[in-house]
């Protein structure tokens, strides 16, 4: 006569593997969301400063054209042409 003896260690590593495989999905989640919300406060610092810059230049060629208007009418007003 045999006698057999289930356990249930199949089972068990499956649960176990199961759970180990959602823990690192949820971890590697978390990481990506992390990382992708960094880049973009990243992105928007250097977006920000970016045109903050573009906006300085603009506004030192606008003034460099007043600069030339205003020199120019002076010499006009003055006789100097």
Known sequence: MRFEVKTDQRRFSEYFSEIFL???ILFFG???????????KISRY???N???NLILVENHQIILKIRKVINQRNKQRYGIL
Do not use: D, I
């Open 22 to 24: 959602v823990a690192c």
């Open 30 to 40: 978390v990481l990506f969301c992390n990382l992708v919300f960094s880049l973009q």
């Open 50 to 52: 970016y045109l903050c």
């Open 46 to 48: 250097y977006e920000t």
